[in-house]
């Protein structure tokens, strides 16, 4: 079976940092740049997107195949093993990835796919580097013309289940086709409160798989927009995408941090900060930049051992117990400027 950790070198252990914080690092983190993921890091969305992509390969399978769609599709711990494959950062680019390996076995007459046979396919998207490019070259045939595949329609519904009625054109510019009712935004919580991140005010950044419609519905909603600024905000509408290292570093020139600690919950943050580390040794200018690991979130049970493999510095059982150790007193981490 091909390597889960995508050809990563084994892991070096781990040390206990602080109770729920374990690190790799030789010293204690002195950032003075704190980026940080959205979904999964400051914003629980177990219940909103897996449930727009699980909408729209539902939809996709009943309207556009005719087949019946069960849980081994869709279910949480099928999608969690497609986002530890890696390159699946945009949830719409999941839903289109699912839904062109289920055209394939459409096409073949397999239905419905057997959950061993889902496991082996996620291995090997891993090992190809994930993502879509790595779905398209196992899946020949399912996404020529055509296929029954239609990778706009299928964004189109994630898109309309998310927002819902009353939000989809403004975080998207578009209007449902026909009414859906709430968007599953609205099933989505707080994971850090807004006293944690105010010691950092100034020194706060956001590097996010949402557009920046996504981006400020989810801060208003959790009560933290004012404490990230637009110039502090890399969302898809900047030009960068995850695992591009070209977001920190956009960050990096508009704050000019001596260092940035990055937290993520996805193997794609994780390879962020390996890029960008490689991007450093062409422009040494660019300061250093440290990967915290938050555990619970898109990947599941593989979380740890995907960070482990990918160099993280930091695992943390989440984002809470990482800002009450920065933020505490008399410890030597460079705290924001005033």
């Known amino acids: 079976m091909p390597d889960p950790s995508g050809g990563h070198a084994a892991p070096a252990p781990l040390g206990a940092l602080a109770p729920g914080i374990r690190s790799l690092a030789v010293d204690p983190p002195r950032p003075d740049l704190l980026v940080l993921d959205i979904d999964g890091v400051l914003i629980d969305t177990r219940h909103s997107y897996p449930a727009a992509v699980a909408a729209a390969v539902s939809w996709f399978c009943h309207v556009r195949l005719s087949r019946p769609v069960a849980d081994a599709q869709v279910g949480p711990a099928v999608l969690a093993g497609w986002k530890a494959a890696g390159g699946f950062n945009d949830d719409w680019h999941l839903a289109q990835g699912v839904c062109l390996y289920l055209t394939w076995h459409h096409l073949r007459g397999i239905w419905p796919p057997p959950p061993t046979r889902t496991a082996a396919f996620c291995a090997d998207m891993a090992s190809r580097g994930g993502g879509l490019a790595a779905a398209r070259a196992l899946c020949p045939g399912a996404d020529t013309r055509g296929s029954p595949w239609d990778p706009a329609a299928i964004a189109r519904v994630c898109m309309e289940r998310y927002g819902g009625d009353e939000a989809c054109a403004a975080m998207f510019g578009i209007h449902p086709a026909a009414p859906v009712g709430p968007g599953l935004w609205r099933l989505e919580r707080p994971l850090v409160g807004a006293s944690d991140l105010q010691p ?72 962020t900060v390996l890029r960008y580390r490689a991007l450093r040794a062409t422009a040494p200018d660019l300061p250093p930049a440290l990967f915290a690991g938050v555990l619970g979130g898109a990947p599941g049970a593989a979380a740890e051992g995907l960070f482990r493999a990918r160099e993280a510095d930091f695992i943390v059982a989440d984002t809470t117990t990482l800002l009450r150790y920065l933020n505490r007193p008399g410890e030597p981490v460079e705290r924001p400027e005033a």
């Open 200 to 271: 950092w005010r100034g020194r706060l950044g956001l590097y996010t798989g949402r557009n920046a419609g996504e981006t400020a519905f989810g801060l208003r909603a959790a009560g933290l927009e004012g404490l990230f600024p637009a110039d502090r905000r890399q969302t898809t509408d900047s030009g960068h995408r995850k695992p591009d290292p070209g977001g920190l570093a956009a960050l990096a020139a508009a704050a000019r941090p001596r260092q940035i600690l990055f937290v993520g919950d996805t193997p794609d943050d994780a390879e």
